[in-house]
Each structure stands twice: as structure tokens, then as C-alpha cells.
T-cell receptor, first 111, second 113 residues
């Protein structure tokens, strides 16, 4: 399976600011996925990052709040914009190579 | 959209016993069903997956069964060990042929030595 690394691993941010999370895969993948996991909860798909086209967002998530970049087949970023305490969560990227695997996650706390 | 129900939410077993976690899904077009183990503070780890053209898959002490007609799938762990203690999530593909997943709410498994 692919090795997926994320950074930062954690951050504490002021409300109203933005944070960009980076995700690097050690092999080329067609699609990368961004999930959110709120404390003690399950995982929810935010969007699918496609190389060469705009990301596709799931219901309840919009591009203005969670802009995504996908400049090549091994890298993606997710920005959490204009943050509020409700955005405090773990953000995980994932990709499929011999199974859908997850990055190490970014634990975001908004104060 | 796809909806995945997972039961039970918590499960305690004696070491050496078997554990079974069950999930149901709503969309008959779903065709990819992975299971993840998540230890506290760690990322979800893929432990086994199954596709809709297969009824059962095994990997050592872990097995998954799929009943497409009833739209349910189950995780079976035999000879449980304390290190099996974790939260387990089932998932189903949101769209046929995709790896976009909707997850169950998770099962906290405790293996008692």
C-alpha cells in the first residue's frame, strides 16, 4: 500500500484564519480523498481531489470553505478557510493503491 | 445517498473468543467494502476489504463476509488478542466503481485478558 504523509500533524489556530494541510503520496494516484473525523466520531468524506480538474465536493461541503489543490499525481492540499471552533477536527487524506489507505492526519484545534 | 449502519457500538470479549461486527448498507450499487482498525490517536488502518463479486475473504484471523442480496457484510475476528482492542469501522463505496466511502459509526472492541 501507498505511504501517505501529511503536514502539519497538528495545529492550534485562531478563529477567522485559514490553514493549509499538505498531503504527499509516495506513488502516483489518480484520485486523492479528504476526510474529516470529529473527536470520537466516524469519518466523513469532504471531497475528491482529481488531478487536472476541479475537486468534487460532498453534500454539506463547499469550495469556498475547503478549497483543494491537486497540482500533480502525488500531492494535494486542503485549506480550511475562515475557521471557527466547529472546524476543530482531524483531517485525513487518503488514496487507493492495493486498498484505500489514510495519511497520518492533521489534528486541528480552533480557538 | 449511501447509508451504512454498524452494530454493535461496543463489544467486549474474552481473550481467545471470537468477535463479530455487522454492517448494513442502503445502496445496491456499492461494490467496495473495506474494514478499518483505529487505535487511539492513530490513523485508520485498512485490515481487510471485499468487493461485491466475492462472498467471503480471509486473512489469517480476520474474515469478512458479504451478502449482496441482504445488503450486509460482517467482520469476524477469531482467537482474539488484547492487541485487537481498538475501534473498528466498516465502510461502503458511495458510488459504484469508486473509492469514495461512507463509514459506519464504529465499534469499540475490548478484548479482556
Amino acid at each position: 500500500s501507498a505511504v501517505i504523509s501529511q503536514k502539519p500533524s497538528r495545529d492550534i489556530c485562531q478563529r477567522g484564519t485559514s490553514l493549509t494541510i499538505q498531503c504527499q503520496v509516495d506513488s502516483q494516484v489518480t484520485m486523492m480523498f479528504w476526510y474529516r473525523q470529529q473527536p470520537g466520531q466516524s469519518l466523513t468524506l469532504i471531497a475528491t481531489a482529481n488531478q487536472g480538474s476541479e475537486a468534487t465536493y460532498e453534500s454539506g461541503f463547499v469550495i469556498d470553505k475547503f478549497p483543494i489543490s491537486r497540482p500533480n499525481l502525488t500531492f494535494s492540499t486542503l485549506t480550511v478557510s475562515n475557521m471557527s471552533p466547529e472546524d476543530s477536527s482531524i483531517y485525513l487524506c487518503s488514496a487507493y493503491t492495493k486498498g484505500l489507505t489514510f495519511g497520518s492526519g492533521t489534528r486541528l484545534t480552533v480557538v | 445517498g449511501e447509508n451504512v449502519e454498524q452494530h454493535p457500538s461496543t463489544l467486549s470479549v474474552q481473550e481467545g473468543d471470537s468477535a463479530v461486527i455487522k454492517c448494513t448498507y442502503s445502496d445496491s450499487a456499492s461494490n467496495y467494502f473495506p474494514w478499518y482498525k483505529q487505535e487511539l490517536g492513530k490513523r485508520p488502518q485498512l485490515i481487510i476489504d471485499i468487493r461485491s463479486n466475492v462472498g467471503e475473504k480471509k486473512d489469517q484471523r480476520i474474515a469478512v463476509t458479504l451478502n449482496k442480496t441482504a445488503k450486509h457484510f460482517s467482520l469476524h475476528i477469531t482467537e482474539t488478542q488484547p492487541e485487537d482492542s481498538a475501534v473498528y469501522f466498516c465502510a461502503a463505496s458511495i458510488r459504484a466503481g469508486s473509492y469514495q466511502l461512507t463509514f459506519g459509526k464504529g465499534t469499540k472492541l475490548s478484548v479482556i485478558p
